[in-house]
């Protein structure tokens, strides 16, 4: 049974910083892909930031140049520190990775930005 349990989340001020995590389970984090999702009330799910089993990632370009994912194999960790925080980037974050071809999603956690 593959887990994933995000943490992290939690109220930050406009232009504050939060890293979120994901811990991983049942699967050979090392080999697989890892990323996050976010949703915001009344939107669709979007892709944030994805990284490869060798460490390449992508990002959304409402993100690029604040947000940063990274993953620490030996911990089965996927990590996204988020800078510069804006209202838009509230929403629930959710971890995502595949497995022979199965999608696993984290219940997610909730980031809210205050103004």
């Known amino acids: 049974q593959v887990y994933l349990v995000e943490s992290g989340g939690g109220l930050v001020q406009a232009g504050g910083s939060r890293r979120l995590s994901c811990a991983a389970s049942?699967?050979?984090?090392?080999?697989?892909?890892m990323a996050w999702y976010r949703q915001a009330p009344g939107k669709q799910r979007e892709l944030v930031a994805r990284?490869?089993?060798?460490?390449?990632?992508n990002y959304a370009d409402s993100v690029k140049g604040r947000f940063s994912i990274s993953r620490n194999n030996a911990r089965n960790t996927v990590y996204l520190q988020m800078n510069s925080l804006r209202s838009e980037d509230a929403a629930t974050y959710y971890c995502?990775?595949?497995?022979?071809?199965?999608?696993?999603w984290g219940r997610g956690t909730q980031v809210t930005v205050s103004s």
């Open positions: 990284i490869t089993s060798d460490g390449t990632t």
């Open positions: 995502h990775t595949n497995r022979t071809g199965d999608p696993y």
């Open positions: 049942g699967i050979n984090f090392k080999i697989h892909p």
